[in-house]
C-alpha cells in the first residue's frame, strides 16, 4: 500500500477477525518496530510477540482497556528498559510511541489492525511472559484483521482540527 | 512510496540539501502528526512549524542535538499539555513519539530526511514560539532533503539484532 494511504487507513481497531496472520507478516510489523528510531539510537526496548489463546487471554486482564486482546490474532508487549531516572523513563516512553507507531502503519500496510493499551497489573504482565527484573512492562498492542470493514483511508479523522492542533511560526 | 519501502528508508537525517519543501509537502507532514493515535484519544499535544532561517538558527541553541536545526529546511517544534500527574506526562510522551514517528514516515515517503532532538532550554523554546504556560515545549525535529545521498530502503540499519530484541512467546 502507498504510505499517505497506511497513514490514513490506521485507525484504532478493537473487534477482529477469526483469522491468524501469517508468520512472514507478523515478523515485518516486528522488523519495523525493531527500526524505529530511538533517542541516541539506544533501543531501550523489548518486544514480546504471541499468538498464543492463552496468553492473549491473560493479556486482556492486564488493564481495563486491554479487553480487545482476547480477540486479537496477535499482541505485543513493549517493554521499556528500568532507569534510574525519571528522564530516563520519559525518553523510554517517547522511544517506544515512535516503535509503537511504526508496527501500526506496517500493520496498516497489510490491512492488518492494530489497538494499543496500557499495562495496568504490572505482575501479571511480567508473569505471561516471564519479563525479568530491570525492564518494565509498558504498553500493549492487539492485531488483527478488522471485524468490522477493512481499513481504507480516512476522509474525516476523530482529531482536533488541523487549524487549532497546527501552529505557524508562533504559538 | 510503498509503506515498506518508507519504513525501511526512514533514517536519522541531520545535514540537509539548501532547498525547500513544498508547502503542500509540509502540510501533508503535519496531517500525519493531526492523525496520529493518543492515548483514549486524547490528543494533549501540539505542533508549531517554522521554515523561517531566523526561528531555525534559534532552535539550534536549544539543546546540544539540534545543531542540525539550523541546516533544515523546516523544524518543528512538539509540545505537550503540562499535566498535574507525572503518570500524564509520560503518557503524553508515549503520544508524541507515535506523533514522531508518523511525521518521519510521512517525510520519507516524499523523500524528505528528518532528525529529532529532546528540548533543553525550556525558556528559550518557549520565546522562540511564544509558547503560553500550561504546555510543555518537548521535542523538536529538522526537516530536508538529504544532502549527502537520498533515503532508500535501508538493507542493515544499525540496530540491536531482530532475535535479540524480538521475543516470542516468552522473554
Given amino acids: ?25 507478523l515478523d515485518q510489523i516486528l522488523e519495523a518496530a525493531r527500526r524505529a528510531p530511538s533517542a541516541g539510537n539506544r533501543q531501550h ?17 492486564v488493564w481495563q482497556g486491554a479487553r480487545h486482546l482476547p480477540g486479537a490474532a496477535a499482541g505485543i508487549l513493549l517493554v521499556a528498559n528500568q532507569e534510574e531516572e525519571e528522564r530516563g523513563a520519559i525518553i523510554n ?21 492494530s489497538g494499543h493499551s496500557s499495562v495496568g497489573d504490572q505482575d501479571l504482565a511480567r508473569s505471561i511472559f516471564g519479563i525479568p527484573e530491570g525492564h518494565v512492562p509498558s504498553y500493549m ?6 471485524a468490522d470493514r ?22
Fill in 93 to 113: 516512553n517517547y522511544d517506544l510511541g515512535q516503535a509503537t507507531y511504526a508496527i501500526m502503519v506496517a500493520a496498516a500496510d497489510l490491512g492488518i489492525g
Fill in 141 to 146: 498492542i492487539g492485531l488483527g484483521y478488522p
Fill in 1 to 25: 500500500m502507498e504510505t499517505w494511504d497506511a497513514i490514513r487507513a490506521r485507525r484504532n481497531v478493537r473487534a477482529y477477525e477469526d483469522r491468524p496472520i501469517p508468520e512472514k507478516d
Fill in 45 to 61: 526496548w523489548d518486544f514480546v510477540v504471541t499468538t498464543d489463546k492463552g496468553q492473549l487471554e491473560q493479556m486482556g486482564e
Fill in 150 to 171: 477493512p481499513l481504507r483511508p480516512l476522509v474525516k479523522p476523530n482529531r482536533r482540527d488541523f487549524d487549532d492542533v497546527i501552529h505557524r511560526g508562533h504559538w
